[in-house]
């Protein structure tokens, strides 16, 4: 079974500070995605990654997609406060029984002022 | 990206009563998703829904305790059955997405407390 994990689970950053959300899986796939979820809400699609070295950002976030070494790697630029959420990174495998999407353990952001 | 209207938004229930959530999507889709996500854990998958077809369930869940309706390509429901507090989550409904790059969009969520 496809085991997706995060580190950090929690992050607590000051505002003007750059850090580095990390996603490792334990099989060989080759599309990565990035969700943000606000507290009582739904996931928000952030990226999409589909190819060994995919590089994607908008505004103060980029991923980018290791498919060799299993990791893709969210990085924030001078946080800011309405960053604040939960971050998961999903895998997206082929199955017997079709596609099969599985989640990352998440990350908890929380930025300071 | 296709649209998805997921309903109720949230529910307080009672335990022992079932509660049927609905999800809706604008366009028509082979398969639709059901998740799980309890408070302050990540998104565990149901089952799978194909039109047509029973649904696939994921080890853990049982049809008996989530039985799941897909009368047609746009439409779907997942049915929470003599519910206990365990039970209390946020159910979400997922398609994979209509876009050039592909990706999956998300329904906006049932937040259902059992009490």
């Known amino acids: 079974e496809l085991k997706v994990e995060q580190n950090p689970l929690f992050l607590s950053m000051q505002e003007g500070k750059n850090y580095t959300i990390y996603c490792n899986y334990s099989?060989?796939?080759?599309?990565l995605y990035w969700y943000r979820q606000d507290p009582g809400k739904s996931l928000e699609s952030l990226f999409v990654?589909?190819?060994?070295?995919a590089v994607k950002q908008e505004g103060r976030l980029m991923a980018s997609l290791d498919t060799k070494a299993r990791l893709s790697t969210l990085h924030i630029t001078a946080a800011v406060h309405d960053l604040s959420a939960t971050y998961f990174c999903a895998v997206d495998m082929y199955a017997n029984t079709g596609n099969q999407f599985y989640f990352g353990t998440g990350t908890s952001l929380t930025v300071i002022p | 990206s296709a649209v998805i209207s997921q309903k109720p938004s949230r529910d307080i229930c009672q335990r022992g009563t079932s509660l049927t959530i609905q999800c809706q999507v604008d366009s028509q889709v082979t398969m639709m998703f059901w998740y799980r996500q309890q408070p302050g854990q990540s998104l565990t998958l149901i089952a799978t829904?194909?039109?047509?077809?029973?649904?696939?369930?994921e080890s853990g869940f049982v049809i008996d305790k989530f039985p799941i309706s897909r009368p047609n390509l746009t439409f779907s429901t997942l049915t929470v059955s003599n519910m206990s507090p365990e039970d209390s989550s946020i159910y979400l409904c997922?398609?994979?997405?209509?876009?050039?790059?592909?990706?999956?969009?998300f329904g906006s969520g049932t937040r259902l407390t059992v009490v």
């Open positions: 990654l589909l190819s060994n070295g």
């Open positions: 099989t060989t796939s080759d599309r």
């Open positions: 829904a194909n039109q047509g077809s029973e649904a696939t369930y």
């Open positions: 997922s398609v994979i997405g209509i876009t050039v790059v592909g990706g999956y969009t």
